[in-house]
């Protein structure tokens, strides 16, 4: 009774500035309904016009289409948000989302930062004390670590042994990373890590990590309150990715073994408990299925793009659970409540062109007719009519699907995507229907290196089916 009049009584006075765009927009108002929270979003002047802006119930212009001007403009978001009554601000994912600056500024304007608190991000935004936080609580890693001089660079990678990866302490997504296959090559790839980190995340940091050739990509979903309650809500694999960017992505990982799927998720609460985590997390780590070993990578410490496919085999509303916890409401759920059901398979459909390594590709949605099967999701902020802009990352919507196992779960995304049909710009949906239709992908033999191997053999055979 207690928990239910606490909870009545933040929601009622809870008014969420939203700070983002895209699909993930639509998502955070659409949950704000359901819990009768009243939502303010924040765009650019290319977002007038976004089904997120016919949602929300009142829409600010933070200010021009690049994202320094609004998006990323901490001071035009903040202004927005006490302007407008709001008491906190979801920041979605990407953009202001793992800024611990910006959590700082929302405490001392007294707003509430959906997300971990600033010093739970400042742990993790270098992902050095993120391997150090690993260790000292027993989950494995791979072997690594950094270097000041080109002799020590030298030495330590003669002891992880080639190839190893050259990555950047900060930041994501690709940049400031670079594979070396020997000697040879590695001081060059330390030094232009370094300046791609500094330029892209304005630390140049890097350190080496021993290179897994055959490794799928796992990662597991916390969730935490500011009562101490912590669960994970299982695995999601994400090991079809093209230059370090997911593509598809699943729920559970059936390539893992029972006892290995159990450290996994033992290891994701570790890290949890650790940081005392507040809000949704994403514990990621590779699998080397040659070794069966799992190593630790980083903890992502906001909602993550695929988090629909963890709600469909949890039955759980992550953002709905984000945001009470953030409001300082207990769970809802225990680790006892989390059962997994089936399987589900979501595929990110993006205006890129496959023929050309997936270059972007805005323009006018001339025609935008989804499929439908049993089962299905499509979260998007797209319409006919829409003119999808150049500035921002190509995603247009992710299409979910679930079913009691595996291989019915990709027939069912067969028929979905067979069945969607957009006009006026290119997009990924080709490719998908290739990935999902090749043997690896349908075997579960996939690791995080063969689509970038395998993106010219499926474009080309997609050509020579429709010539």
């Given at each position: 009774m ?39 979003l ?43 009554g ?8 990407g ?12 405490a ?20 050095l004390?993120?391997r ?5 609580v ?33 930041g ?19 030094q232009?890590?370094s300046?791609?980190a ?52 699943e ?14 998720h ?104 989804p ?19 150049p ?9 979910i ?13 067969e ?33 995080t290196?063969?689509l970038n ?15």
């Amino acid at each position: 009774m207690s928990t239910r009049t606490t909870t009545t009584g933040t929601l009622g006075s809870a008014r969420i500035f939203i700070a983002n765009r895209g699909e993930i927009a639509v998502r955070l108002i659409e949950a704000c309904d359901r819990l009768g929270i009243e939502t303010v979003l924040g765009v650019s002047t290319a977002d007038r016009d976004t089904l997120g802006t016919r949602r929300a119930g009142r829409t600010v212009v933070l200010g021009g289409p690049q994202p320094s001007d609004s998006y990323l403009n901490i001071d035009a978001v903040l202004q927005a948000a006490l302007a407008t009554g709001c008491t906190a601000i979801h920041p979605g994912y990407g953009f202001l989302s793992e800024n611990a600056a910006f959590a700082r500024r929302c405490a001392e304007e007294g707003l509430v930062f959906i997300g971990p608190s600033p010093e739970a991000l400042d742990a993790l935004g270098d992902k050095l004390t993120a391997r150090r936080l690993a260790e000292s609580v027993g989950v494995p890693v791979s072997a690594g670590g950094t270097a000041e001089s080109v002799e020590e660079v030298r030495a330590l990678a003669e002891r992880i042994g080639y190839p190893v990866l050259v990555k950047a302490a900060y930041g994501g997504g690709g940049r400031g990373m670079k594979l070396v296959e020997s000697a040879a090559d590695l001081q060059d790839a330390w030094q232009l890590a370094s300046s791609e980190a500094a330029s892209s995340f304005g630390n140049g940091l890097v350190f080496l990590e021993r290179f897994v050739t055959d490794a799928k990509h796992v990662e597991v979903q916390i969730l935490g309150d500011r009562h101490g309650n912590r669960v994970q809500l299982g695995e999601r694999e994400c090991s079809v990715q093209y230059r370090y960017q997911k593509v598809v992505e699943e729920a559970p990982c059936a390539a893992l073994p029972q006892s290995t799927r159990e450290l996994l998720h033992a290891s994701a609460l570790r890290i949890a408990e650790a940081l005392d985590y507040v809000g949704l997390g994403t514990v990621e780590f590779l699998y080397d299925v040659d070794r069966d070993e799992l190593a630790f990578l980083e903890v992502n410490p906001r909602l993550q793009v695929e988090h629909p496919v963890t709600e469909a085999v949890t039955g759980v509303d992550l953002v709905r659970q984000q945001v009470l916890a953030a409001l300082g409401v207990p769970l809802e759920i225990t680790q006892a409540d989390v059962q997994l059901t089936g399987h589900a398979v979501e595929c990110r459909i993006t205006a890129q062109d496959p023929a050309r390594g997936l270059a972007p590709s805005p323009g006018r949605v001339t025609r935008w007719s989804p499929g439908a099967a049993g089962d299905s999701r499509l979260d998007s902020h797209l319409y006919e009519g829409y003119l999808f802009p150049p500035y921002y990352d190509a995603l247009m919507g992710k299409q979910i699907v679930w079913a009691p196992d595996r291989a019915t779960a990709i027939q069912r995304m067969e028929h979905v995507l067979e069945h969607f049909t957009v006009e006026g710009i290119t997009t990924s949906l080709p490719l998908l229907q290739c990935i999902l239709a090749h043997p690896d992908y349908r075997g579960n033999s996939v690791t995080t290196h063969w689509l970038n191997h395998e993106i010219d053999n499926l474009t080309s055979t997609r050509e020579d089916v429709h010539a």
